[in-house]
Nanobody
Framework: VQLQASGGGLVQAGGSQKLSCAAS????????MGWFRQAPGKEREFVTA????????DYTDSVKGRFTVSRDNAKNAVYLAMNSLKPEDTAVYYC???????????????????WGQGTLVTVSS
């Protein structure tokens, strides 16, 4: 699976941004999809994940209520809608794909076999 993340950019605090992750090579319906982020000088961290059919999601506490993950398997794409952005949300955001039977380990980078190249989101104060 080849993943291409897009939609990053500069946004003011309190604003919104929507990231997209387009897949090619295989159908995404076979995969758990995750979003991770890496802020400057920090390790990459889990943000959110969505199961293969979109019925179940998981969010790290810091983005709950502000971020929404969704997917469109017909379009082979996953999305991350980010609202009420804060400067601490500034990071490179990565989408990743894991086998659909690895949902229990969704927060662990090691279970994601495929990664997009990342897209930078900068939130100004």
């Amino acid at each position: 699976v080849q993943l291409q993340a897009s939609g990053g950019g500069l946004v003011q605090a309190g604003g919104s941004q929507k990231l997209s992750c387009a897949a090619s090579g295989r159908t995404l319906s076979n995969y758990v999809m995750g979003w991770f982020r890496q802020a400057p000088g920090k390790e990459r961290e889990f943000v959110t994940a969505i199961n293969w059919n979109g019925e179940t999601t998981d969010y790290t506490d810091s983005v709950k209520g502000r971020f929404t993950v969704s997917r469109d398997n017909a379009k082979n794409a996953v999305y991350l809608a980010m609202n009420s952005l804060k400067p601490e949300d500034t990071a490179v955001y990565y989408c990743a794909a894991s086998r659909r039977d690895r949902w229990d380990s969704r927060r662990q980078e090691r279970v994601y076999a495929y990664w997009g190249q990342g897209t930078l989101v900068t939130v100004s104060s």
